[in-house]
């Protein structure tokens, strides 16, 4: 009697433990600069081997990452085309990262998800630690919460969320390993995702994905985003969802909360030249190349776009009140 019920004691509680594990999303510490802020750069939609202007964004990126004296770099995902990585020995790594991010204000950690073309390829060898050994900077994960003091980062793998990769894939190939079942994945990942807000006291919680929630441009709002993060994002108190996916930069304000959508898709292959103008809360819209970086204190945050010539094209900045000390 007594031993059955102790068993049942630990069943339960290892069931909690299970279910407690499983929503805890990894955690890295960044710590920020000396005098408490933080800046980063943020690119997508990169890896092509120097083409379609990569090596102008990416020396661009160098210069402004100097400049700014950043902590370190975001990528949105779709970090190699055009089918990610074939293996852990795909030159691809070192063709279109290693070998083109060279500045030295660069040598910094890069915190990257997951694209839908990541996908194509063998997926499980972007989030390989043996990446590392190559060029240790490179840190791709499904999800994961970055602490950098004033801010908090939750990363996101959104692309098992659009089911039209599953139910109809075209000519694609999707390696859809560790992540089906995709209801199982998504229920999983709003869960700990969830959590991590909930737990969250930054002064800003910033959210990372690669497909886009609001979005003017070629692929639009991704319905399934915007049905199940979206509500997160609003419940939690996010400033910024930060994507990539579309081919451009932009900045779409929400009509009903102080979230910024933030578009940085715009690492190589640009252009695409389908802008959907009737976006009424869309504050700024490129379709060429460049890049984004973030500059935020504890009370204000400035976001700035720059072209392929490292220009600047958009400049956006907010500031809040001190929250009451706790
Ligand atoms: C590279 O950037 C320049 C300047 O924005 C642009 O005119 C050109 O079309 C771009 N090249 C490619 C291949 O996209």
């Known amino acids: ?40 750069l943020v690119v997508g939609d990169w890896g092509r081997r120097g083409d379609y202007n990569q090596s102008q964004v990416a020396t661009q990126m160098g210069r402004i990452g100097e400049m700014l004296d950043i902590n370190f770099v975001i990528s ?6 055009e089918n990610g990585l074939k293996d852990i020995d795909d030159k691809a790594f070192e063709d279109s990262f290693t070998n083109i991010y060279t500045a030295k ?28 050994k190559i060029d240790s900077r490179w ?14 980062i939750f990363f996101i793998d959104t692309t098992p969320f659009v089911e039209l990769y ?18 199982d994945y998504m229920e999983t990942a709003l869960k700990s995702l969830e959590s991590a807000l909930r737990e969250s006291s930054a002064e800003w919680k ?23 993060i979206l509500p997160l994002l609003k419940a939690y108190n996010v400033d910024f969802y930060i994507n990539g996916h579309d081919h451009c930069l932009e900045q779409i304000s929400d009509f009903d909360s102080p979230i910024q959508f933030l578009t940085s ?40 776009f720059y072209d392929v010539h490292g220009n600047v ?13 706790k």
């Open 105 to 132: 204000s660069l040598q910094k950690q890069w915190y990257s998800v997951l694209g839908n073309h990541d996908y194509r390829g063998d997926v499980l060898a972007q989030l390989s630690p043996s990446l590392r």
């Open 1 to 40: 009697m007594a031993s059955s019920s102790s068993f049942v004691v630990a069943a339960i509680f290892s069931l909690c433990f299970l279910s407690c594990a499983f929503a805890e999303l990894q955690r890295f510490e960044h710590a920020p600069k000396s005098d408490g802020s933080l800046s980063f």
């Open 265 to 304: 898709g715009a690492g190589s292959k640009a252009w695409r030249g389908d802008v959907k103008n009737n976006y009424c809360q869309l504050k700024f819209f490129y379709d060429g190349q460049g890049f984004m970086s973030l500059q935020l204190t504890q009370t204000d945050a400035q976001i700035v």
């Open 206 to 228: 910033i959210v990372v994905g690669h497909h886009t929630i609001r979005s003017a441009g070629h692929h639009g709002d991704t319905q399934e985003l915007v049905d199940l």
């Open 166 to 183: 599953w139910t109809n894939p075209k000519d694609h190939t999707y390696d859809w390993r560790e992540v089906s079942s995709r209801k």
């Open 139 to 152: 840190l791709c994960l499904r999800s994961f919460v970055v602490n950098a003091g004033i801010a908090e």
């Open 313 to 325: 094209l958009h400049k956006w900045g907010m500031s809040k009140q001190l929250s009451m000390p």
């Open 76 to 81: 949105t995902g779709d970090n190699f085309y």
